[in-house]
């Protein structure tokens, strides 16, 4: 009786592959086959457990993923000459979700959509062989340090070298150091996600005396680029300096709370003046930013809106407690 691949023991294969950090287990997979000259890159794939529903190479498209129980994990580590705890801290390895009774390894394909993207093509060009390497876009930088370049996002499948733009990659820094800031991912995507639209409005207003300076200076960044890149720049990536100086007002605790307690107009003024100069502009240009067609001055209003009552409550429920803790028998003199 012939064993199936995924019977026989597993043993370390000649040469190692390093994995890169957010790298996809079937990207690597397909890396470590390659590296030791398997004839047919899903060989690797059949040997680490019993296959679901006739895996081959024709199921595992672009955007495709495997997803490894602990008994295929364990083969993954034996083949690749590597402690397990090691490969995970690149490989995400996610696990197979089967509630059934297997005494065997087992192989199941998952399809996850566009949430991978190309590695740095830079990167990828040093390691022998030049491979594709695919990495998860939430589990890896979107700029790569080493060679200064942007790699792309879901939607925007690009790579632009930044090298002669260094207020945007300080942009990208801040970003990153504002999402390491804050615990709830979810939170922090959201409001990220407000500020890019504020900014892709702006860009959108031409009939503004105090909008055009905006307007010339991403035109200025989107020359620069065109005179060097050979592909269109994204929008995002040309106004990120101040999409991120938004984002970092914006996730402010303190200028929310104010913003949210404001009762009157001008008790909010001093958080337009205080935006308007760290986008570079007059204090005198608030005015215009907090009309009421303008697009920042319908994100105050809405946090206003939604928040108000929650800041109110928490401000009575705090001051209570505090009354509440005064020891008795001490008078307090206004």
């Known amino acids: ?7 026989r023991p597993a043993i370390p294969l000649p040469f190692q592959v390093r994995p890169v950090r957010g790298e996809t287990t079937l990207s690597y997979l397909f890396r470590l086959a390659r590296a030791n000259e398997l004839v047919v890159p899903t060989t690797l794939l059949h040997a680490l457990g019993e296959p679901s529903n006739g895996l081959h190479q024709f199921m595992l498209r672009e955007h495709d993923e495997i997803m490894l129980n602990q008994a295929a994990q364990q083969r993954l580590s034996c083949f690749a000459g590597m402690p397990l705890d090691r490969l995970r801290r690149s490989l995400l390895l996610p696990g197979l979700a089967d509630t059934r009774e297997s005494p065997s390894p087992r192989t199941a394909t998952h399809i996850i959509g566009s949430r991978t993207r190309d590695h740095c093509t830079s990167c990828c060009a040093r390691i022998p062989g030049n491979p594709r390497i695919q990495v998860y876009i939430a589990h890896s930088s979107i700029i790569c340090r080493r060679h200064r370049r942007w790699l792309g996002t879901r939607i925007e499948r690009v790579q ?25 991912q979810h939170w922090m ?3 990220f996600a407000a500020a890019q639209a504020i900014t892709t409005a702006w860009s959108h ?12 200076r991403w035109n200025a960044r989107s020359a620069a680029f065109a005179s060097t890149a050979q592909i269109p720049v994204p929008p995002s990536v040309i106004m990120m300096p101040e999409t991120v100086t938004i984002a970092e007002t914006i996730c402010d605790p303190i200028w929310r709370h104010r913003i949210a307690t404001a009762e009157h107009y001008y008790q909010q003024k001093n958080f337009y003046a205080h935006m308007v100069e760290r986008l570079g502009f007059r204090r005198t240009a608030a005015y215009a930013f ?25 401000k009575t429920h705090t001051a209570k407690r505090r009354r509440r803790a005064r020891p008795p028998g001490i008078r307090q003199f206004k």
């Open 1 to 7: 009786m012939t064993l199936a691949l995924w019977q």
């Open 160 to 184: 632009i070298d930044l090298s002669g733009s260094p207020d945007i990659l300080t942009a990208y820094r801040r970003r990153d150091r504002l999402f390491r800031g804050e615990e709830n």
């Open 189 to 191: 995507d959201i409001q």
């Open 205 to 216: 207003i031409t009939d503004s005396f105090w909008h055009t300076p905006l307007i010339r």
């Open 290 to 314: 907090s009309a009421y067609n303008d697009p920042l001055r319908e994100w105050v209003e809405q946090h206003h809106r939604q928040h108000r009552d929650d800041y109110s409550n928490t």
